[in-house]
């Protein structure tokens, strides 16, 4: 019992910097492409092209949901969202540029963050 008091314990500490950033990115001004799922009647290429989905709303469910073990499962469906957003999009298209501006905004506070 604990062994595993102090492992979540230790969880709480590595997951609580995500919930900050991930604070700051839904504040951010560029967030609008990334609050919700992509509408994929909107963009029924969509689902084709991106294999693997995420957004914002969805890692906050799973955050929330406690389904992320460490901080590095959080940062690897924050890579995944700007990935699909390269994917999908040209650099210069207005989600694209966000995306590139978001990445830098969380890339930058990441950083932060691990190198305390
Ligand atoms: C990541 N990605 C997003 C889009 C995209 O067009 N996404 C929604 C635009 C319209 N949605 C809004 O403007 C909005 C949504 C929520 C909100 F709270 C405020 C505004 C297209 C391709 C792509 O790869």
Redesign the pocket.
Known sequence: LKRSLNQAIAKEKDLAPCREILDQLEAHDE??????P??TK??PT?KKI?RSPM?LSTIRKKLNDGIYKTRDDFCADLQL?FV??VT??EDDSP?GK??HSMKTFFDSRWAELIAH
């Open positions: 967030a609008w492409p990334f609050l919700l992509v509408n909107q963009f969509y991106i957004d969202m699909n957003c999908f999009n989600v966000a995306g």
